[in-house]
């Protein structure tokens, strides 16, 4: 929003943004550079065939309401902050629990 805003508010004189990971190694990598060359082919192919799939069905992908397993801490932490007050959002698929989660990473 911010960013849209410096682009037309000539009021605004700076934008500075700041993120708490880098999310392009995330995606190429995994998290603390933690997935191989192998399993990031695996898993760019498991996306691209779900890709298929989803565009073949008649609606959006219904996500559960609960995690199930062993689910790393990121990843239930992004699954639950769309189910709260402040994540929510009427237009928001996952905070409906319907959709695609936030990170294809985090699948």
């Known amino acids: 929003m ?5 682009a037309v508010d000539k009021r ?3 934008v500075a ?10 995606m190429a990598k995994g998290l603390n550079d933690s997935q ?3 399993q990031r082919q695996a898993a760019l192919q498991q996306m691209s ?5 989803d565009a073949a069905a008649p609606g959006p992908r219904i996500l559960p309401q609960t995690l199930e397993g062993n689910t790393n801490p990121v990843t239930a932490e992004f699954f639950d902050y769309y189910r709260t007050p402040r994540g929510f959002h009427k237009n928001s698929p996952n905070s409906t629990g319907s959709g695609q989660p936030p990170c294809p ?3």
């Open 12 to 14: 605004v004189k700076a």
């Open 2 to 6: 911010g960013l849209n805003a410096a």
């Open 105 to 107: 990473c985090l699948l």
């Open 17 to 26: 943004t700041t993120s708490m990971y880098d999310m392009s190694r995330v």
């Open 36 to 38: 191989t060359p192998e």
């Open 49 to 53: 065939e779900q890709r298929w799939k």
